[in-house]
């Protein structure tokens, strides 16, 4: 196995890795696509009458904004994919637990 | 020089000790550990809402939960026009301009640059302050209208459905009497739970970034060789315009 061979290279308290510059490219993109997701958002409103597709398209669209902002903003995109997995992997079971009290919720609304 | 040190770094075994297994600062894997930990603080608050709406369809004692867009119609200094989700459209929209601002003050912080960081923070703090006091407004408008923690005086009836249909947008809009009866508790008490947790969210952010600003003001961060802290405050600033999206898709659009 191999070791780190000079101890004391590596401090973990201070220890910061050197952050290049992307430039402002991407971050123009994610913020004019966040822009044209909120107008959308606000147009649909409008046109489509209220039902439970609109609710989905609403979702949907909420889940792309989030996407790019913890992709894009957060950077998390250019992080180690480790890092990446132990943030988003544990977020999924919300959504199981949303999907399952909205199901109780119903089912309490329908004995009361 | 210092690329060649970190790329005989990245040859070490990942969790044999000795380097870092995710290649961050120890730093930024705490606060992204305690962003996941309060993301679960406001999805716990965002799943009692979900299970409180379904559960309050429609019960003999109230009405059904009112469309949220229609109740918050209001925009400064157009009283009694009917303006439904143009104001919260103007909030989410400061909030990703001081989402880029910041975004922006990170990437002069790869550069070194001081100058940069400190415009760009200004505009973010600025972008912060703007949006708190738009909720303040709302907030203020909204208790004006009869809603309290503890009891909701937007419970529709069937005349109030059928006024809130026959206005279109910009049209006149005041609730007549018999629009309005007591509605579910938990839809006045959890707006303002969830949006008041948000807003104290935005309200640290704030201070955060004016402890930041100063820093950088001072040269703390020049004198150390870089400027991460702004990449941290950016983290928690951007988390709390993440949970924005989510908020106003729940508490606004549906």
Same mark, same amino acid.
Request: aromatic residues 18%; charged residues 15%; proline residues 4%.
């Given at each position: 196995? +191999? ?22 490219? +991407? ?51 250019? +992080? ?23 199901? +109780? ?8 | ?33 305690? !962003? ?8 716990? !608050?965002? *799943? ?12 003999? *004692? ?22 439904? !989700? ?45 949006? !708190? ?19 909701? /005086? /937007? ?51 704030? *201070? ?47």
């Amino acid at each position: 196995m +191999e070791f780190y061979t000079k101890p004391g290279d590596y401090d973990p308290i201070n220890y910061v890795p050197h952050q290049a510059s992307h430039g402002t490219k +991407e971050l123009w993109k994610t913020f004019w696509l966040l822009l044209g997701i909120t107008i959308l958002d606000f147009i649909i409103y409008f046109v489509m009458p209220a039902t439970g597709l609109r609710n989905v398209i609403f979702i949907f669209f909420g889940l792309v904004k989030a996407y790019y902002i913890v992709g894009a903003f957060m950077h998390l995109k250019h +992080e180690k994919i480790n890092l990446a997995l132990i943030i988003l992997v544990p977020t999924v079971f919300i959504i199981g637990l949303v999907m399952g009290l909205l199901y +109780e919720g119903n089912a309490i609304s329908l004995m009361k | 020089m210092a690329n060649q040190a970190e790329a005989t770094f990245e040859k070490q075994p990942m969790w044999s000790g000795g380097r870092s297994p995710f290649n961050v600062s120890y730093g930024k894997l705490m606060m992204w550990i305690f !962003l996941l930990s309060d993301a679960f603080t406001f999805s716990s !608050l965002l *799943v009692q809402y979900g299970a409180q709406r379904f559960s309050n369809i429609e019960t003999a *004692v109230t009405t059904s939960w009112p469309d949220p867009a229609s109740i918050f119609n209001h925009f400064p200094f157009m009283h009694g026009v009917h303006l439904p !989700l143009l104001f919260v459209s103007v909030m989410t929209f400061i909030l990703i301009v001081s989402s880029v601002t910041m975004v922006l003050a990170v990437e002069a912080g790869h550069r070194n640059s001081k100058k940069e960081v400190q415009k760009y923070m200004v505009y973010t703090i600025f972008g912060g302050i703007a949006f !708190l006091s738009c909720q303040a407004w709302e907030w203020a408008t909204f208790i004006h209208e009869g809603a309290r923690l503890d009891s909701n /005086f /937007f419970g529709i009836t069937e005349q109030g459905y059928k006024h809130l249909q026959s206005v279109s947008f910009s049209d006149h809009f005041e609730w007549a009497d018999g629009d309005r009866t007591w509605g579910p508790v938990p839809f006045a008490a959890l707006f303002f739970i969830v949006t008041g947790f948000h807003g104290f969210h935005v309200f640290s952010g704030v *201070v955060i970034n004016v402890v930041v600003y100063i820093m950088t003001v001072r040269g703390v961060f020049e004198r150390r060789g870089h400027y991460e802290m702004i990449e941290k405050a950016g983290l928690y600033w951007h988390f709390v315009d993440l949970v924005w999206v989510f908020v106003f898709t729940f508490f606004y659009l549906i």
